[in-house]
C-alpha cells in the first residue's frame, strides 16, 4: 500500500477508447500520466461546470426524508491504515453495485477533512478511505440510498479485475457527519440499442446524440449506473482534437488493462469514427456532444443501458 501510494512514483492509465491512439498507432486507447499515487494528490479534479441552467451544483440541497437506518458510529480511525478509494485500486471488500439500473438521490458528497472512512457494511469496521481530492477524481460521488446517519454511494475502482472476479460498478458506505451534500438534479441516460444519449434534468430531457460509437463484442461498453470521475482535455491523443474526454468511474468489463497497464476505464470522448459497435468501450461522440457532457459537474450519474 505504501508503495502505490509513494510521491513521485509515475504510472500511467490507460482507457478503453477505440482503435486509434498517438502513442500506440495500432492499439486504442487513452493515456494519461500520473504523479504520484499519495493521499493528498498534487492535483484536485477539474470541476467543469453544469448545463447552463444550473452551472454548479448547489450547496444546500432541498431536505427530504430519510430514514433512520443504521445506528450512527462515531469512531475515529486511522485513515492512513485504510486502503485508498481511486481509480487504480482493486479491492475485493468493496461490494459491487446491486441495484445498477436503480435511481440515485439528486446529491452528490464528498469528504470533509482529509477524506472520510468507507465501509462495506455500516455495523462492521471500514475497508477503504476516499480522500477528498486526489489527482483522477472520483472523490465527488453520487448518493444512491440516504439514512438519517449513513449514505451508500457509487466509488470508482473494481472489486475484482475480469480475469479474476467482477470487475463492475462498486459501492460503499460513508457516515453523514463525514461529507459534505451539494445538490445534482442530472443524469445521462444513454440506450445502447436505440444509439441515443440523454442529459436529465429537473426541467426535462434533452437529447444530445442520435448516433455513437460503442464498444465492440469483444470489449463491450458496461452497463448500468456509473458516474462522471474526471473530466479534461488530454492534448496529446490527437483523435479527441483537443475537445474534452467525460471519464466514468466504471472499467471495463473484459479487460484487465490496457496494452500493459492496469487500469482500463470508460470515457465519453470525441473521434471521427463515432458510430457502431467499434471501441474498446468507450463511447465515441461528436463534438457538440461532447461539449455539453463536458458541462456536466463531477459526480453526475450516467446510465448505460442496452
Known amino acids: 500500500m505504501a508503495e502505490r501510494r509513494a510521491a513521485g512514483r509515475s504510472r500511467a492509465v490507460w482507457i478503453a477508447a477505440g482503435a486509434v491512439a498517438v502513442v500506440a498507432a495500432t492499439v486504442g486507447g487513452v493515456l494519461f500520466a500520473t504523479q504520484g499515487r499519495a493521499p493528498a494528490p498534487v492535483a484536485s479534479p477539474t470541476?467543469?461546470?453544469?448545463?447552463?441552467?444550473?452551472?454548479?451544483?448547489?450547496?444546500?440541497?432541498?431536505?427530504?426524508?430519510?430514514?433512520?437506518?443504521?445506528?450512527?458510529?462515531?469512531?475515529?480511525?486511522?485513515?492512513?491504515?485504510?486502503?485508498?478509494?481511486d481509480v487504480f485500486e482493486v479491492?475485493?471488500?468493496l461490494?459491487?453495485?446491486?441495484?445498477?439500473?436503480?435511481?440515485?438521490?439528486?446529491?452528490?458528497?464528498?469528504?470533509?477533512?482529509?477524506?472520510?472512512?468507507?465501509?462495506?457494511?455500516?455495523?462492521?469496521?471500514?475497508?477503504?478511505?476516499?480522500?477528498?481530492e486526489q489527482r483522477y477524481g472520483g472523490t465527488i460521488v453520487p448518493v444512491v440510498e440516504r439514512q438519517e446517519n449513513w449514505m451508500r454511494v457509487l466509488?470508482?475502482?473494481?472489486?475484482?479485475?475480469?480475469?479474476?472476479?467482477?470487475?463492475?460498478?462498486?459501492?460503499?458506505?460513508?457516515?453523514?457527519?463525514?461529507?459534505?451534500?451539494?445538490?445534482?438534479?442530472?443524469?445521462?441516460?444513454?440506450?445502447?440499442?436505440?444509439?441515443?444519449?440523454?442529459?436529465v434534468g429537473a426541467d426535462g430531457s434533452e437529447r444530445i446524440a442520435t448516433d455513437f460509437a460503442s464498444g465492440a463484442a469483444a470489449t463491450p461498453t458496461p452497463l448500468g449506473r456509473s458516474y462522471v470521475m474526471l473530466t479534461e482535455v488530454v492534448e496529446s491523443l490527437g483523435y479527441t482534437r483537443g475537445h474534452p474526454l467525460i471519464y466514468l468511474s466504471v472499467q471495463s468489463p473484459t479487460l484487465d488493462g490496457f496494452d500493459g497497464q492496469s487500469v482500463a476505464v470508460t470515457a465519453f470522448h470525441y473521434h471521427d469514427a463515432h458510430s457502431g459497435?467499434?471501441?474498446?468501450?468507450?463511447?465515441?461522440?461528436?463534438a457538440d456532444a461532447i461539449a455539453r457532457l463536458a458541462e456536466l459537474p463531477a459526480g453526475t450519474p450516467v446510465y448505460v443501458r442496452a
Not at 436503480?102 to 469528504?111: C, I, K, N, R, W
Not at 459497435?277 to 461528436?286: E, F, K, P, V, Y
Request: glycine share 6%; proline share 14%; with cysteine.
Open 47 to 85: 470541476e467543469t461546470a453544469a448545463p447552463p441552467a444550473s452551472p454548479t451544483p448547489s450547496q444546500a440541497p432541498t431536505p427530504s426524508p430519510t430514514p433512520s437506518g443504521f445506528a450512527a458510529n462515531t469512531v475515529a480511525y486511522d485513515l492512513a491504515a485504510l486502503q485508498l478509494v
Open 95 to 132: 461490494p459491487v453495485d446491486d441495484d445498477p439500473y436503480g435511481e440515485t438521490e439528486p446529491l452528490v458528497a464528498q469528504p470533509l477533512g482529509a477524506g472520510a472512512p468507507v465501509f462495506a457494511d455500516p455495523e462492521g469496521d471500514p475497508v477503504a478511505y476516499l480522500p477528498r
Open 277 to 286: 459497435a467499434i471501441s474498446n468501450g468507450c463511447l465515441r461522440m461528436d
Open 91 to 93: 479491492n475485493a471488500a
Open 155 to 199: 466509488l470508482v475502482g473494481r472489486q475484482s479485475t475480469p480475469s479474476q472476479g467482477d470487475p463492475a460498478q462498486v459501492t460503499g458506505w460513508l457516515r453523514a457527519a463525514d461529507v459534505e451534500l451539494s445538490a445534482n438534479p442530472y443524469r445521462v441516460e444513454v440506450s445502447l440499442s436505440e444509439r441515443t444519449v440523454d442529459i
